[in-house]
């Protein structure tokens, strides 16, 4: 790894504590996006919010909140890592577009149109009938542009995330997932998806969650790192990066509920099965933010060169959060 | 006023308007402090910020959001009025002590510890008992310390006021009251509220709301000027300066609400009476923000220098927002 190159990863929903902190600085990680709401309202969210500003004031030689790109470039000056906020769902703005700037002001900088299921903007991958983008949907994707709060469609359908893509101004995000061509999972993605986002600047951040993986959690390295190397081959490096999906120590009560919330009272298996109801084991070679060595020296292996690879392992990110995170038309400070 | 001079008014609660907007700029006022929660929760404080926010999209030319004393500076420079929120109740922070700092990031700059009645966090001044600062209050002053949200005791008790201003490791605020001894209201503050305020480096705000001045609305700029000259006699230039409590445009409703909010269903007149429960008419030389000018000739009138004059119209306000509005300990920017 290059000594001036940033290492970022665009998606982990662990178990925060101090170890996994200690885990992050040890790895090399520079900055992180977490996921800080699935299900819950404005109220919830915020609780989770304080939660993170008790961790900021208790740790701070560990962690700080992140807002701009640059403060990723302050986190690594500093030793520390940069913590993004971001939502899988559109919950915490419930029925009020009001809410979108308010979330982006408190530190949100992805949020998901869906998370699976049909939401108030679109649809998610596991409705039967995908019905795209919805008319609050048009809006909030226009005022999330206007405020700098990336669209996210990780979780969405394909027609959804095709229209979004369209809709937006701004480039878009696939935070977590693969191609669906290597691993075909429900919420892996069609190179017709791939090549749209990232035709319009957006970026894809390749998925280490065994249920995305090719043969799951016994996936090598080397197979997902040709993965890497043949969607570069179809859309170019540029836009293309990490987005783990750690769910670093999480008991498996929390899949359950990140897969239910509140909308059934019947179980939901998700990606899993009524024989494999829980989180899955992560792969040998990434356990937790340690390895991203291994995977830096797997995707050198394959062919990229030095500079490809600080590219994927967080430069592509930072470039994307320079462009993205901040509001449009904002007042510049004038010179007198 | 000398043209370097910025001019800030600590208390305001219109029904603002583009009118009311134009109103402060031809008034020549750089910056005010808003009034956005007198009982409101979270939630419903927020839908207040989301209408602020709307405001300030629409209307940039006019104003623009505070959050620093550079703001009012940049807001000088722009010709608009940077505009500052805060709580007369602190019922935005429910019984939340994380709520704090959520608040100050959303802009909060300024919450009362109570508005008339007992709060979780003191006693009102209308309370026939004044238990002084609570176990939770001792809590949240800490915390409106460390981040930088300031301590208003306007609407409290003399004893929560007196042991406020000791329990607050910063200069706390009465934004908007005048000395009891001018004006016996029970709103107006003693000679030992306001030199303990003072004497700590707090500001104290002379109001122009009526039922705050010797004979109300037939108070003369004269008599109000007079008092002012008295209290800079007794604590200094310093610590002084102007929280008008406008409450411009306010239908009747509105201060029925404000007395009453959901603590009782029967008729609370407040500081009004069965014959008088309405706003009462502001004096004929302050209708509005265009009649600022009005009181600083009043001012030097009794005697003030016109750097004196700059001061109490904002000056002073300026150095208390530069040194209170910020969060300690905040990271600083390393140079390398």
């Known amino acids: 790894m290059n000594k001036s190159a940033h290492r970022i990863d665009a998606l982990q929903y662990n178990n925060w504590s101090p170890k996994i902190f200690e885990q992050l600085q040890q790895g090399g990680v520079h900055a992180v996006h977490v996921t800080i709401a699935y299900h819950e309202n404005l109220r919830e969210t915020i609780?989770?919010?304080?939660?993170?500003?008790?961790w900021f004031e208790r740790y701070p030689q560990l962690i700080m909140q992140g807002r701009t790109g640059d403060d990723v470039r302050l986190a690594k000056q500093l030793g520390k890592t940069a913590v993004f906020f971001g939502f899988q769902n559109p919950s915490p703005i419930e029925d009020d577009i009001g809410l979108v700037e308010i979330v982006h002001t408190l530190g949100a900088r992805f949020m998901q149109l869906t998370y699976n299921n049909q939401s108030l903007l679109a649809s998610g991958c596991y409705e039967a009938n995908d019905s795209g983008v919805t008319r609050m949907g048009k809006q909030v994707i226009k005022e999330m542009n206007r405020v700098g709060l990336v669209v996210d469609m990780s979780h969405s359908g394909e027609r959804s995330t095709l229209e979004a893509v369209d809709l937006s101004s701004r480039?878009?995000?696939?935070?977590?997932?693969n191609p669906h061509a290597w691993a075909p999972a429900l919420r892996n993605k069609s190179d017709a998806v791939i090549k749209a986002v990232?035709?319009?600047?957006g970026m894809f951040g390749f998925s280490l969650y065994p249920h995305h993986l090719k043969d799951k959690t016994e996936c090598t390295l080397e197979s997902f790192c040709h993965m890497v190397a043949r969607t570069a081959d179809m859309v170019g490096v540029a836009h293309i990066g990490m987005g783990t999906d750690l769910c670093q120590d999480q008991p498996d009560t929390v899949v359950e509920w990140m897969r239910k919330g509140r909308y059934t009272k019947e179980t939901d298996y998700g990606e899993g099965s009524p024989s494999n109801p829980g989180f899955p084991n992560m792969p040998a070679w990434f356990q937790d933010n340690r390895d991203f060595d291994n995977v830096a020296a797997g995707l050198a292996t394959v062919g990229f060169s030095p500079q490809e690879v600080d590219a994927l392992m967080g430069e592509n990110w930072l470039t994307f959060f320079d462009n993205n995170f901040g509001q449009i038309g904002a007042q510049p400070i004038p010179t007198s």
Do not use: D, S, V
Request: no cysteine; hydrophobic share 45%; net charge neutral.
């Open 47 to 54: 609780l989770n919010i304080e939660q993170w500003n008790l």
């Open 171 to 177: 480039p878009i995000a696939i935070t977590h997932a």
């Open 198 to 201: 990232a035709g319009r600047g």
